[in-house]
């Protein structure tokens, strides 16, 4: 029973023990090489460095400390590469496989052998796993210039010296500087090059394209500014973070910002700077700030909440005025309109004058017409249809009635009727004629022998033809012939 919980107790400890062993790791390894390349003083000369590792896999972040004779040495340019001007070189870079390479520019000053040697590494790779460098250095050999100069001397300003270069910052003078150091630049940015005042210096410039140069004030101490490439100016550098990546630096080019009328423009003190700000009434909390932002390289506005102390990104609100003298057309024809007015207004005034003419010819054309058809109703007699219930020029009665056209055969009617009438009276009695008129008529005038004689086509052919002009009267229902018929008679 003994033996048993022996070897029972013996597996235990070997199965606790094997998780110990897994844990172990042991670093990747890897190298650090330089060319060692020969100058003549005075000459530039372009060092080379790579980072390899040994498995083959791809490199990660890698950081180098390096030093070097900066009275032999003076360091001019290289990505990723900064330095302090007093012979401290720090080179910081990401590989995009298994080998990193970089090179840098240096000067030499004086004849002999120039070292650069390596104080520290860090290096991963891709895979975060840690990446151990077998370090190495480069030397350069210096030979004398071809004019037997052995010894120059640098052409940037010794650390703690400023240059000759005055420019003015929010009313301040500053002297232009390069003789800063490492441990002065910011996070994120590294030493360049560019072209200022008529000659190349030392900035410090990010990923982003911001770009930051050293400026010292007149008791000596210096602090680095915001450069504007394109107008050569500078202005405060003061970062402001609004997360653990993303920082804003205030600018103060208030004539890049359009915001409503209904924000009023201000002063906001930023770590004793000040800044044009702006500020709606209806929300005194906020003030809006233009700014840079680093991550980025783009300028833009900013919100800043005075009760929690953060800063946001703003969008402006849209501005809903309506452009000085634009007409009241919503939609997209009003816009295109009131951003054309004086072409809008020409191109009224045109259509306008066609209607105008236009006008006046169709109205003379009208007049002319209205003359033609008068002179047509005068040469043939036509009668005007708007005579009708209307009273003549020469003031004749109002006719009730439109009346037979009178074909000049007719006479008065009263002339007629009393002539008549007197005649009648006269030469017939009423007896007479009643007896005498009734038996001619029956005689001579049989029923049957008037309308066989007098055929209404044959009456109305013989009407037309003699110009005799008569009128029946007819009553209500056929009358009998001893009834009063009356004939009109007109001479010939």
Same mark, same amino acid.
């Not at 235990?12 to 790791?25: D, E, I, K, M």
């Not at 400390?65 to 001019?76: I, K, N, Q, R, S």
């Given at each position: 029973? $003994? ?7 013996? @597996? ?16 990747? =390894?890897? /190298? ?8 003549? !003083?005075? &000459?530039? !000369? ?29 360091? !001019? ?28 520019? /240096? ?10 040697? /390596? ?16 370090? *190495? ?61 008529? *000659? ?52 103060? #080019?208030?004539?890049? @910002? ?67 003298? #634009? ?33 006046? /010819?169709? #109205? ?21 249809? =708007?005579?009708? =219930?209307?009273? &003549?020029? $020469? ?14 055969? =007719? ?67 056929? $009358? ?13």
């Amino acid at each position: 029973m $003994k033996v048993f919980k022996k070897l029972a107790g013996l @597996v235990l400890a070997v199965c606790l023990a094997v998780p110990v062993f897994g844990t172990v790791a042991f670093a990747a =390894e890897g /190298v650090l090489m330089y060319s060692d390349p020969s100058a003549k !003083v005075g &000459d530039n !000369v372009e060092i080379s460095l790579v980072v390899q590792s040994d498995s083959g896999e791809s490199i990660g972040d890698v950081q180098v400390d390096m030093t070097y004779d900066p009275t032999a040495l003076e360091f !001019v340019s290289g990505d990723g590469f900064t330095a302090d001007g007093s012979g401290a070189l720090t080179y910081v870079g990401t590989g995009d496989g298994a080998e990193l390479r970089a090179s840098m520019t /240096v000067r030499a000053l004086k004849e002999g052998s120039a070292v650069i040697s /390596v104080s520290g590494t860090t290096a991963t790779l891709s895979s975060g796993e840690s990446l151990e460098l077998r370090q *190495g250095s480069s030397t350069v050999t210096i030979s004398a210039a071809d004019d037997g100069t052995t010894q120059i001397e640098p052409t940037a300003a010794p650390a703690g010296e400023t240059t000759d270069i005055v420019v003015n910052v929010n009313g301040t003078d500053y002297n232009f500087s390069e003789a800063f150091t490492g441990t002065d630049i910011p996070d994120g940015f590294a030493e360049t090059t560019m072209t200022f005042n008529g *000659g190349d210096h030392k900035f410090v410039s990010n990923e982003a394209g911001v770009t930051l140069g050293y400026l010292v004030d007149a008791s000596g101490a210096g602090s680095f500014f915001l450069f504007n490439a394109e107008d050569a100016t500078f202005s405060p550098y003061i970062q402001l973070f609004i997360s653990d990546t993303t920082s804003i630096v205030p600018l103060t #080019a208030a004539d890049s @910002v359009t915001l409503p009328e209904t924000y009023q423009e201000v002063e906001l003190t930023v770590q004793e700077n000040q800044y044009p700000a702006w500020s709606d009434p209806m929300a005194p909390r906020y003030y809006v700030i233009y700014a840079l932002n680093t991550r980025t390289g783009e300028s833009h506005l900013y919100q800043y909440d005075t009760d929690d102390g953060t800063y946001q990104y703003f969008i402006a609100p849209d501005q809903e005025e309506e452009q000085e003298g #634009a007409l009241p057309i919503p939609g997209k024809l009003g816009e295109v309109i009131n951003g054309h007015l004086p072409v809008f207004f020409i191109a009224a005034a045109a259509v306008a004058l066609i209607l105008f003419i236009l006008w006046i /010819v169709f #109205a003379v054309k009208l007049v002319h017409r209205n003359q033609e058809l008068d002179d047509l109703y005068d040469e043939y007699d036509i009668p005007y249809d =708007e005579e009708d =219930e209307k009273t &003549d020029r $020469k003031g004749k009665k109002k006719l009730t009635k439109k009346e037979p056209e009178d074909d000049g055969y =007719e006479e008065d009617d009263d002339s007629f009727d009393d002539d008549y009438d007197d005649e009648y009276d006269d030469g017939y009695d009423g007896d007479e004629y009643d007896d005498d008129y009734d038996d001619e008529y029956d005689d001579e005038y049989d029923d049957d022998d008037y309308d066989d004689g007098y055929d209404d086509d044959e009456y109305d052919d013989a009407r037309d033809g003699k110009g005799v002009t008569t009128e029946v009267r007819p009553s209500a229902g056929r $009358k009998k012939a001893d009834d009063d018929y009356n004939i009109d008679f007109i001479d010939i």
